[in-house]
Structures are given as C-alpha cells and as structure tokens.
C-alpha cells in the first residue's frame, strides 16, 4: 500500500514538472511575438510619412495589447481584437480608427531654402524702392526731402552692396573735390551727433591722376568727454567705391570699420547718406544718417 501512494506521488510531480516546463517554452517562443508587433506598429508609423514621432500613443498601445493578448492565445487563451472604432475616436477625433497618426517631419533645409526665397524678394523690392527715390535725388530741397529719401535708400545688407562696388574712376571723384563738412546722427542714441569733414584734393592730373584726402570724425559723448577719428590717404583713393552709376552713389569708408554710402545733391551743394559698421566679417549693421554740406 504505501508502496501504491510513492509510486503515485512520483506520478503526480513528474506531470507537474513536465506542465511547467512546457509552459516556460511557449512563453519563451512567444516573447519574438510581442517584440516583433512592437517593432511592427512602430515601423509602419514611420513609413506612412517618413516621419519622426508618433503624436498618438494610444494606437500603438493597442497594438501593443493585440500582441500581448496574441501571446496568451499561443498559451491557449482566445486571439485578440484591436479596440472597436468608438475607443479610437476617443483617443483621437481626427484619427482614422485602427491607424496611427503620425506627423511630417520638419526639414531644416527647406526651412532655410523658404527664408534664403522671401529674403531675395524682400531684397528685390527694397532694389526697386532705392532706384525710384535715386531717380528722384535731384528734387531735394531741404532737410525733410532729404530725411525722407534717406529712408528709402536704407540697405538691408551692406555686405552686399559692397560687393557691388568697383575702383572709382579719376572723373567721378572731380565731384568730390573740396571740402565737405557736416554731422553724423546716430540712429535711437542720445548722444550729440558726431561731426564729419571729408576733404579731397588732387595733386596729378592725368594719364595718372592722384589725389589727397582726409576724413575727421569728432564725437561727444553725453559725460561731455570728446573723441576724434582721422583717416588720411595720398594716391589712388582705394577707400572711396563706385556702384558704377553716380545716380546710385558711392561708397566712402570714413574710419576702419564705418562706412558712408553718399549721395552728392546738385541742388543742395550737400552729400547725404546713410552709414553703416562692420560688426563681424561680412555683416554690418545701420547706425545712423549724415549730412555734409560744401564748404
């Protein structure tokens, strides 16, 4: 008899282990399963835009749960169901029920090449604005004629502009011949206008012309401390460029890093303009407007 019950209980506990055994493999062979759905929902939000993130976690949750419960079907369970339509459209009123909605990645490329477009409109249309007022430099009269053209023939990018420049040529300069003399305002600054003298003189004529110049800048400033800037030249003026057209102005650098753009006024006996500093390699910024008249 009780040799009956030790043959029965090794029965019994070899079943149990060779049950549990089984159960561990299905397990193990049903864990691919899961990952490979993981893998699956996440791959295909991807190649439905080529897109970077999923903006609704619920949808790839459920195909989370449909393979978690798949795996309790390969154990024996019942195959699962994706959630009804109801759900998803809780989840999200946009969302197409069973889909996973994704959004378009953002290239910083384009976004760059959209800016570089609306930057050469821009630079287009202020082209055309500066060319209508210079057709028009010879109507100004007084200070407000001359407050308001400087306006329109403000530049966006001085950089550019004096790409544009050439050597200036012996007859353009005659125009400057003399002595100019005037201020200079600094744009939103409280401080006193500076005061600027540009003369020139030529010491040969031609075939090889040359001349001498000397450009003074004197500035105050609020605390009542002065400054003064000189430039000073004697040859061929490599510091004054040509846009090619006396219409469109010149080009004067008046210290190492500012640079006048003028405009002689016939009608004023004045130059005008707007200047402008280099802050780094290839990038200036306005400062402000001057005003010269002929000595």
């Known amino acids: ?106 290239h910083p490329e384009r976004v760059d090449d959209a800016a570089n477009s609306q930057a050469a409109v821009l630079r287009v249309q202020q082209d055309e604005a500066r060319a209508q007022a210079e057709q028009n430099i010879k109507d100004l009269r007084n200070s407000d004629d001359i407050e308001d053209f400087l306006k329109k023939v403000k530049s966006s990018d001085y950089f550019v502009d004096l790409r544009r420049t050439s050597e200036i040529k012996s007859q353009e300069l005659e125009g400057f011949l003399g002595v100019f003399e005037g201020e200079l305002y600094k744009s939103g600054s409280a401080d006193p206008p500076d005061s600027i003298v540009i003369s020139l003189s030529q010491t040969q004529g031609e075939p090889n012309p040359l001349f001498k110049w000397e450009i003074s800048i004197t500035g105050m400033s609020q605390s009542g401390k002065k400054s003064t800037s000189r430039t000073t030249g004697d040859g061929i003026p490599t510091d004054f460029r040509s846009f090619g057209d006396p219409q469109k102005g010149f080009s004067f650098k008046i210290s190492p890093k500012q640079y006048l753009h003028a405009y002689l006024v016939p009608g004023l006996r004045a130059l005008v303009g707007n200047y402008y500093e280099e802050v780094s390699v290839g990038s200036f910024r306005h400062v402000g407007v001057a005003t010269l008249y002929r000595r």
């Open 1 to 106: 008899m009780i040799q009956k019950i030790i043959f029965a209980a090794l029965l019994l506990g070899a079943a149990f282990y060779f049950g549990y055994r089984r159960g561990l493999s299905v397990g193990r062979a049903s864990q691919p399963l899961l990952d490979a759905n993981d893998r699956t929902a996440t791959e295909a939000a991807r190649r439905s835009g080529g897109v970077e993130r999923i903006e609704n976690g619920a949808a790839l949750e459920n195909a989370k749960r449909v393979a978690g419960q798949n795996q309790q079907y390969a154990m024996g369970g019942k195959p699962a169901q994706a959630s009804d339509s109801k759900a998803a459209e809780r989840s999200s009123p946009n969302q197409e029920p069973g889909k996973v909605q994704v959004i378009p990645a953002i």
